[in-house]
């Protein structure tokens, strides 16, 4: 199994620009989550999604924010404009809820860095 | 309001000694408690889920302890390795289910020297 995939490792971009992260989940997997991670406040959740459908987003820090999941496969985090307190780390976790409160699986992380 | 601390903020250590991490929340109705390991630059990854009524884990090195009465927590490492360097980070999460009730702390630094 390849695990969750995240691209790219790392982002560098200027202010203003869009950025997009991607994720693939672990085959199977019918949860989707996306986290952000700083220093500041750790690790924080944005949106999570069941069977494609997303869930709550009440974490979105704002209409910058979007996700979408058009599939079981896939799913992008997007963040337009961009701006320098978006720098940190994303990061995509799956789950197999097969019973109460299953076990998540990271990917790796995307670095974004804002100009 | 739901809170998970975790002590010491960050810990050096010389290989082949042990150590504890403690990870003490107010989250309330308790429903299960994570620890994970985050190497520098990677994902987390868990080692260990205890519910209510297990007071004790184990994931080879790693034992992990529950008192759910004074809502406490413990990671114990035995001999540790300079791999164990990384971040541990407690999660909590809160009855009823749904990840958006999972309660993160600010996770302890490990450093194990050689």
């Known amino acids: 199994d390849a695990g969750v995939i995240q691209s790219p490792r790392h982002e560098v971009t200027e202010m203003g620009q869009e950025v997009t992260l991607r994720c693939k989940p672990i085959?199977?997997?019918?949860?989707l989550f996306w986290y952000r991670q700083t220093m500041m406040r750790g690790l924080e959740l944005l949106i999570y999604?069941?069977?494609?459908?997303?869930?709550?987003d009440s974490g979105m820090p704002e209409d910058r924010f979007s996700a979408k999941m058009p599939n079981a496969s896939f799913s992008t985090l997007k963040i337009q404009p961009s701006e320098p307190r978006d720098s940190a780390v994303y990061f995509c976790?799956?789950?197999?809820?097969?019973?109460?409160?299953?076990?998540?699986?990271f990917g790796e992380g995307s670095r974004l860095t804002v100009l | 309001k739901n809170q998970v601390e975790q002590s010491p903020q960050s810990l050096i250590i010389l290989e082949g000694k042990n150590c504890t991490l403690q990870?003490?929340?107010?989250?309330?109705?308790?429903?299960?408690l994570r620890w994970y390991k985050q190497d520098t630059g990677r994902g987390p990854v868990s080692l260990t889920i205890?519910?209510?009524?297990?007071n004790t884990k184990s994931n080879g090195r790693y034992t992990a302890t529950l008192d759910a009465d004074t809502k406490q927590s413990s990671l114990h490492i035995t001999a540790s390795q300079l791999s164990d360097s990384a971040s541990y980070i407690c999660?909590?999460?809160?009855?009823?289910?749904?990840?958006?009730?999972?309660?993160f702390g600010a996770g302890t630094r490990l450093a194990v020297h050689p």
């Open positions: 976790a799956s789950s197999l809820m097969g019973g109460f409160g299953g076990e998540l699986f």
């Open positions: 085959s199977g997997h019918d949860y």
């Open positions: 999604f069941n069977n494609n459908v997303p869930i709550d």
């Open positions: 990870c003490n929340y107010t989250v309330s109705p308790f429903s299960n």
């Open positions: 205890m519910t209510f009524s297990e």
């Open positions: 999660v909590v999460s809160a009855r009823p289910g749904g990840y958006n009730k999972l309660i």
